[in-house]
């Protein structure tokens, strides 16, 4: 993935075709990454504070290495929600940074500002512009005289006339695309918009034109505000099983709403009084069953669900909605002290309390509540299912009445029919969508690509990655602690995938691959560690992978430098880092990292935990289909 330092401003000669008055405008006041030619451009409404507009952070970064920048073009505009009280201060704070540094210290500045969601101060706002590069002093005058507000507020005034009413809206070539939104999601858009690009382009339209042309034939007048939610799908039903979850209400309730929640999100405070509007209003016919779903950028969320649970373990089930209510009721501050001082309230046993969340005694079912969330695309908080029915977000009491209402009827003609009451929530589900299957790849093999672990072990892991890419770096951790907790069981290859704009990435392959010539795998694997241990020291940039530092590396390592140097100024190792790519290609990989687990494709840095689910299943069953033979 390409780093923030790398994303410059490719704007090219000065355009023909002002987009000022596009559908969806773009000014050179806006911050850009990728070509002003690209032939598609995703424009972005985003709050800093918004937790859906965080997630979408990882999802541009795969698009923009999935297609590049003369492909695609990222555009970001502002839009602080008046409910954020950082949201404001940060995008002004970016603005500034944007006028002082252009498109190379903006997103360093937005990625960090995105990453740090919870840290939106002024002290942060500092450190995050002099690593950007630009000088402090004048970031701070800048932000006393508010100079990014008018920017802001230009961004604002569009985000209303285009109805981008929530965080984060994205328009592809105009096309509407709400909320954090899945990578295929964007990519299928992005895909069809880039052959309609090539057809205009091939019917003479020019490059510079391009954009406000598929914006203006692509833009459909937005639905009035009141009828977004009837967008959303509230029809499929989701085979979202209740288990041993705390539940409030009767088994036998016509609606069960299963709420997957965060006890540190504002947006599950929010919706309280709407779940308490429901149970006023409906009775006995309604119950809901919680399920724990802690964001990973919510440091108490996972300590708070431990908590809960320990109540309910002490105290039953009034124990455990007394702790959730004591929780959200601690919102917005809410620490390790609070988590204290809550237990105490609740008559808790001190000594087991601070078991529990010492040696984390729930998580095994925190963490099952996660992965089915995971499974059935429960991204985001708070996460509805109304009999199956998915419902997002901190609704309102009238977007859930009418299915509420619906499924009461629903459940009335089961009953009628001679579906036993505690059977009713089961039947309902019965046939509803579960997990998707795993996405397979078959991998050509090369034979001696680097890898360390046993020959024989059970578990294989490809991985596909670029040493230029700070995503791969992240990678990287999951896959420590994957050996950590494996051992034995697991061996991991190594497949070269330098992206095209990685302009040192090559060179880096290269003198991986030459380290493995002369001295094997243990001289790969530390050269790979020298080359991403660079990351941190020098925030992603590219430097330190120049030939100097290539080098130095290879002498550290202690390999024969004038060999090292031959084949660094000859190449030689081309052939096999091409066979790689070609791999990769042939398979349908498009970006860094993907892993190949077992033949199950994951893509992305993601979490130890989403490896750990596949390589669990892997050590208890055979896959369903493995890589080609290594």
């Known amino acids: 993935m390409s780093s923030p330092g790398e994303l410059v401003d490719l704007v090219g000669s000065i355009p023909r075709v002002s987009e000022d008055d596009a559908v969806v405008p773009i000014t050179m006041a806006d911050p850009t990454w ?22 979408i952070l990882p999802t541009l970064r795969a698009l923009e290495d999935k297609y590049g920048p003369k492909d695609l073009r990222v555009v970001w505009k502002e839009e602080p929600l008046p409910f954020h009280d950082h949201a404001r201060s940060a995008a002004e704070a970016a603005e500034a940074v944007y006028v002082l540094g252009r498109a190379n210290a903006f997103w360093k500045f937005w990625e960090q500002a995105l990453l740090h969601q919870t840290d939106l101060t002024s002290a942060s706002f500092d450190t995050w ?19 990014g507000s008018a920017k802001v507020d230009a961004d604002l005034a569009l985000a209303q006339r285009l109805h981008a009413f929530g965080t984060p809206t994205s328009f592809i070539n105009g096309v509407a695309v709400v909320g954090a939104q899945p ?15 090539k057809a205009r382009l091939g019917a003479g339209i020019a490059s510079d034109a391009l954009y406000a042309d598929l914006a203006k034939s692509n833009w459909k007048a937005p639905a009035p505000a009141d009828d977004e939610d009837e967008k959303e799908d509230t029809t499929t039903v989701f085979n979202v099983p209740v288990g041993d979850a705390p539940v409030r209400g009767k088994a036998g309730a016509l609606v069960t709403i299963v709420e ?25 016919k309604v119950r809901i069953v919680w399920k724990d779903e802690p964001l990973p950028f919510h440091p108490l969320a996972r300590p708070a669900a431990e908590l809960a649970r320990e109540a309910r373990g002490e105290k039953g089930e009034s124990g455990f909605w007394a702790a959730h209510d004591a929780l959200f009721e601690a919102q917005p501050k809410i620490d390790a002290a609070d988590l204290v001082a809550i237990a105490h309230t609740l008559g808790l046993n001190a000594a087991q309390v601070t078991t529990a969340l ?60 001679g579906t036993p009451p505690a059977a009713l929530y089961d039947t309902m589900i019965h046939s509803g969508k579960g997990a998707p299957a795993p996405e397979l790849r078959q991998i050509a093999a ?74 094997g795998n243990t001289a790969f694997w530390a050269m790979h560690d020298k080359l991403f241990a660079r990351h941190a020291k020098k925030d992603g940039d590219g430097t330190g992978l120049d030939r100097v530092a ?54 992305g840095a993601q979490p130890f935990d989403k490896f750990k689910r596949i390589i669990d299943k892997a050590l208890g069953s055979q896959p369903a289909k493995a890589n080609l033979a290594h």
């Open 260 to 284: 997957f929640s965060d006890f540190q999100c504002p947006y599950c405070k929010r919706v309280e009084p709407t779940l308490q509007t429901i149970r006023d209003t409906y009775g006995d």
């Open 34 to 55: 990728g070509s002003r030619r690209a032939l598609v451009t995703v424009v972005v409404f985003g709050d800093y504070q918004c937790p859906f507009t965080g997630r």
């Open 550 to 603: 290539l080098e130095m590396y290879a002498r550290e390592i202690g390999l024969d430098m004038p060999a090292f140097g031959k084949a660094l100024d000859g190449l030689s190792h081309r052939a096999e880092i091409d066979e790689d790519v070609r791999a990769a290609d042939d398979a349908k990989i498009s970006g860094t990292p993907a892993f190949i687990v077992n033949g199950v494709l994951v893509e």
């Open 446 to 519: 090369r034979p001696g690509a680097p890898s360390k672990g046993p020959p024989g072990a059970p578990v294989v892991i490809e991985e596909f990655a670029d040493f230029e890419c700070p995503y791969c770096v992240r990678g990287e951790e999951a896959m420590k602690e994957v050996a950590k907790r494996y051992g034995g069981k697991v061996k991991f290859i190594w497949r070269n995938y330098p992206l095209p704009f990685h302009a040192h990435a090559p060179l880096a392959a290269e003198a991986a691959a030459e380290a493995q010539h002369q001295k």
């Open 129 to 147: 512009a002099e690593r950007a590069g630009v000088d402090v002093p004048t970031f701070h005058r800048l932000l006393e005289a508010h100079a």
């Open 358 to 417: 010492e040696t984390k005694r729930y998580e095994a079912g925190i963490q099952a509540d996660a992965d089915l969330a995971d499974d059935i695309q429960a991204g985001g908080t708070p996460h509805f299912f109304v009999n199956g029915r998915r419902l997002v977000g901190a609704q309102p009491f009238e977007t859930f009445k009418p299915i509420i209402d619906e499924e009461i009827r629903h459940g009335e003609a089961l009953l009628a029919a």
């Open 183 to 197: 990578v295929d999601n964007f990519s299928k858009v992005i895909d069809e918009e880039l052959a309609k690009a």
